[in-house]
């Protein structure tokens, strides 16, 4: 009986708890109570307000955004994944029999995001996204490692002006379209990533990279400005006081015009270099083979990428039809390449048309295109390694509340990498249901 | 008789005519929703406002059972940040105004980052919730004489309006938002309402002007149980109350 009278205030306790454990609103949407919509264009792509509230910090500034004037089971959680079929044909597959083309069908994730994010204090903000990883259940062409994605703390409005802000961590690189949010999900940009054949640079900006990111942008984010410095991601540590450093930049504007046609114009510059080590010292094991040592990496060699981009939202913000074109182009030292010359230099770029409309309907189509220029040597075919890629989507979100999304989505693209004589073609079809919660 | 005839016809024609018009369509006010603007408001409204105002503007959004305070109701036209008299429609400025600054302490974000033309579609739309609009005008805008010099003087005026007319019921005597009144105070909607305390935060729901404070007094809250003290409240003593009630807010 005593036992019982114990046992009360203690279950009500749980039931207390209980209760409020069901009101914990993980993610922005549930903390701010605004639906997804509102932020994102189609998501996971920003829209303008979107982007204002990222800049900020994610604040919405009504003196509601620390954590102190929030409810103490706020939760800032989130995940993110896409589950589904994927069909991938690849030719000129080389086997001891000869090249041959290879087709197949899984059942599978195409990742996992796991996403903690929100603010600290009023003006202190943070991110960490955990990919852990698939192991068997990703699509089964070959097991996925974890990856700490993003880890950064924001700093915001420093000296009481936006255009102050700063991030120190693992963070994306602002670049004309992220690709963290693309609506694509068989393929990234491939201009991000690209490298001239047998370059042994890293840089990809595409990546997350560990640096400091400074930052700023006006009132409503129509002016943008990133100067990121950075460790180069898979570079071997130099002997510097920022080993394999990198240098990333982007100036982004926009121009509100409310036009019947035209709504807005958006346009940027961007650029970026990288000090890659081409030298090691290295230490050899008893019975093993040689390792570089950290921090005696040496003789840093350059590579630069730089562009422009331009998007015209066209007929209006809320329902746009927004054309992209990027223009990217990149140069490497010829140390850093195999047998080269001089230095060796790309072109490339991509168009995109995503058509959103409605809140629940997105149509996207994206043409890229990389082009060697100069491969740095005399006598090297010049079309080893371009590549063309076309993608084509349909994304039907049918849920879509301040707590959940789950889209349909249907995916199709083809990348061509040409080779010496080959052309490779990698075809990639999908159907799967990307949700979030 | 022919002549009489084709006159006679000639009027129940022009009579039938007459009727066929819609009646509304001349007494519609010049404020009254413009149908081509709230139809792109609507899908503005759908992308940015539905989750806390709910599909037919009644506040009934997903979101709204969590949220404090709860979000407008359009339906019923009634509208706390107005610059126009005590009881009657906001100006389509207002509304943009509300729509662009937002509302700090509570869930209603500042949407200027979509952008004038969306702004202005929205809140088209919104005048599309409640009759009023279609037989209503706005009220007038009060006219907000200049400010006096603020001064030791005027505040010790207002600290004695602030008690005198009562303020201190439901904002206390500090201005806490604790007043006696406070447990029992309810808006027209049947929400517990609690007043503001003036020594919270750093920006004012109203606008941080000292014109926005003296509009509040002067315009009142309808909808809740800020009353207009127009006609109660000479210009004169309401910047009084206003220059007081800074002092409370820099404390």
Known sequence: MRIGRELIPCLLVLIWLASGAARAVPAFARKTGIACS?????????????????DRGYRLGRERDAPIQQSQFFWPMAMRTTVGYQWLRQTLVQTDAGPTTTQTGTLGFSGLDVFVAGNLAEKVSFLVTLNPPLASAGFLRAPQDGNLESAFVGLHDLFGSSWANLRVGKHALDLPIDEHRTITLTQGYNVYHFHLQNSASTFEPGNNQVGVEWYGHSELSRVRYSVSMLNTNGAPLSNNLLSAPAVWAHLQGTVWLEGDLLAAVKGGLFGGVSWNPTSTLSLTPSGGSPAPVVGTAARLRTARRYGAE???????TVRPL?????????????????????????????????????VRWSFIGRWERIRTTDPGADGVPLDVGNLTAVTAAVRHTF??????EVAVHAELSRVQVQGAGNLPQTTTGLLGLDFAF | MRLLLAAALALVSLGAFAQDQPPAAAARPPTAPDPERALRG??????????CHGQNGDSRGYSAQWLDPAPRDFTRGIFKWRSTPSGTLPTDADLVRTVSRGLSHTNMPSWAPIGPRAV???VEYVKTFSPRWQTESPGEPIKIPPEPPDGEASRRRGAELFTQMGCFNCHGEKGKGDGPAMPTLLDDWGHKI??????GGTT???GDKPEDIYRVFMTGLTGSPMPSYDGQLSPEDAWHLVHFLQTLRSQ
Do not use: M
Request: glycine content about 6%.
């Open chain 2, 120 to 122: 202005r579609d929205v």
């Open chain 2, 204 to 206: 004012l729901k109203c």
């Open chain 1, 399 to 404: 849920e879509l509340t301040s707590r959940t």
């Open chain 2, 194 to 199: 609690v007043p503001y305390d003036f020594t």
């Open chain 1, 310 to 316: 331009a998007h015209l939202v066209l007929f209006s």
């Open chain 1, 38 to 54: 509102a932020c994102h264009e189609v998501w996971p792509r920003l829209n303008e307000f979107g982007q204002a509230y990222r």
């Open chain 1, 322 to 358: 927004t054309a992209t074109g990027v223009i990217y182009l990149g140069s490497e030292d010829r140390d850093l390449l195999q047998g080269a010359t001089r230095d060796a230099t790309f072109a490339g770029g991509l168009a995109e048309l995503v058509y959103t409309p409605s």
């Open chain 2, 42 to 51: 609507k899908a503005v409204f759908e992308r940015f406002c539905i989750s």
